[in-house]
């Protein structure tokens, strides 16, 4: 399976594999037993040109924060690995800072799910984002995680330090042809188990729905079939139809240099 | 499943399901579009595609996992195209078959009884494998030689497929139904059958969006995760309308078994339209 959430949080500390979480200056803090709660401002670099949030930012920004209540859900015998992600975007244009604030539906044997749920503060609290994250529980080689109750992570953002980049360019996506585009997998886009954070994985199913369409992912689910480990990693976009309130989308990502389908979404996308 | 399940009289049969499988293993379910299964728009409403995938996909996933069992854990499904006649093909094909979980895709294909055969949804599912109870059902095994049907003499809808559920429109505002639970929408477990669900909640949020827009809004996205089963009932929903202006219509929906001291059942949100294609 893959990353996502567990890909943030390593046995090595907070401080491996947390380029994603700095990227998206995402601040996590248990909040009571089994809720946990982010802060992020709605920075320039994580919005497309129209002046509205990425989806792809929103839905790391999802990932992280639910990913770590999913994990801590699963404590003490296990850790998890995110298997999919449903959110539905209500409104992009967030003025920030954003609040995400996650909660535990449901821990079985072998799964947590969590709810999730993105606001804005700079506008009453408005609700921009809401979905549900799907976690398989595993042991992880070396035992789960061990955490300081209540967790708190800070990415410690440096306000002299220059601007980050914006997503694109961030990650370094160029197009393959009309319907795909593509990544190498570099070291800052991994978690600390090496391989591709889900976060960024996101980012790619958005850049490549905006590829084909132009327009934004509205309503998005995302199945984590397998890790990338080695890349370049490819999302190809196909149009399966249009309605009057968009277009809906199959995104498949492949980990070229494995030969292999990693994750498949589906995805409304609206202009 | 068991030679037991369904009874004669249930939902399955009378929406006259048949089944088919191609030779890579692709597993096929059909439904006919009647009346009784469309919204007034015409076109089969998304709830009872979602009974179509979650039947097909269902098979699929409890095959791939044996000798495990499986439980639901969602469902989604994206419309861009309406069916209006004839049948709809739901092909069913695993995505992922693992340790812990099943993924399962689902392409929807509506065949008019005239005219070319075009691609109205697609679906997605996914399962979690747990260990086999005795209280499990078993899975045949047994391949179709050819298409199959669960309907059986007398099969088929009267009425439209809300009312045959016994669903009630407490408050379109909120979005509040009742439905019970009965032995013609139970599934092999006992509790009301997943699609089922699914069809409450698109209901649910169909009421609330159309009252919100004063328009005849249509389901035309849905995502669903499933939380405990439903066994008591009435089953009750409740509905946030998220977003409903020029550029979107969007819904949440909270269902519950009001019986079972209001357990929360399954969580969903919808995304509506104006008209399916």
Known sequence: VTSSGFGVFGSDGPAQGRDVSRYVCVDLRETDEARITGHAPAASHLRALDGRMRAGALLTLLDNVGGLCGGLAALPDGWVVTTNLAAHIVDASASGPLRIDSHVLRTGRSSVVTAVSIHDEGAAGALLVTGVLTSSILVPEHGPPQWTRPVVLTTLVDDDAPAPPPIPEWLGVSPVDETTVAIDLAAPLRNPWGILHGGVVAMLVDLATEHVTGAMPADVVLHYLAPNRIGPVQASARGLGTRADGDVVRVEVRDVGADRVTAIGVVTARA | ?277
Do not use: K
């Not at chain 2, 639970?181 to 139970?186: C, F, K």
């Open chain 2, 1 to 277: 499943v068991t030679a037991t399940y369904p009874p004669d009289r249930h939902l399955l049969r009378d929406l006259r399901f048949s089944f088919d499988e191609s030779a890579d293993g692709t597993r096929h379910a059909f439904i006919p579009v009647v009346p009784e299964i469309c919204g007034d728009d015409g076109s089969v409403r998304a709830g009872a595609l979602a009974t179509l995938v979650d039947v097909v996909g269902g098979g699929l996933a409890a095959s791939t996992a044996r000798p495990d069992w499986i439980a639901t854990a969602d469902l989604t499904l994206h419309l861009f195209a309406g069916a209006r006649a004839g049948e709809v093909e739901a092909a069913a094909r695993v995505l992922r078959a693992g340790r812990t979980t099943v993924v399962i895709e689902v392409g929807l294909r509506g065949n008019p009884l005239h005219g070319h055969a075009r691609d109205v949804g697609i679906a997605t599912m996914s399962f979690s494998v747990l260990p086999r109870r005795d209280s499990n059902p078993e899975v045949d095994e047994m391949r179709p030689v050819a298409r199959s049907t669960m309907a059986v003499d007398g099969s088929g809808l009267a009425v439209p497929l809300l009312d045959a559920l016994g669903a009630v429109v407490v408050d379109e505002r909120g979005g509040r139904l009742e439905v019970p639970v009965t032995d013609w929408a139970r599934n092999s477990m006992g509790a009301m059958q997943g699609g089922v669900v699914a069809m409450i909640a698109e209901a649910a949020g169909e009421a609330a969006l159309r009252h919100a827009a004063a328009a005849p809004l249509v389901v035309a996205d849905l995502q669903i995760t499933y939380l405990s089963f439903g066994r008591v009932g009435p089953i009750e929903t409740a509905v946030e309308v998220l977003a409903c202006d020029a550029h979107s219509d969007g819904a949440s929906i909270e269902v519950v078994d009001a019986g079972a001291d209001h357990r929360r059942m399954a969580l969903a949100r919808v995304g509506a339209t104006r008209r399916l294609p």
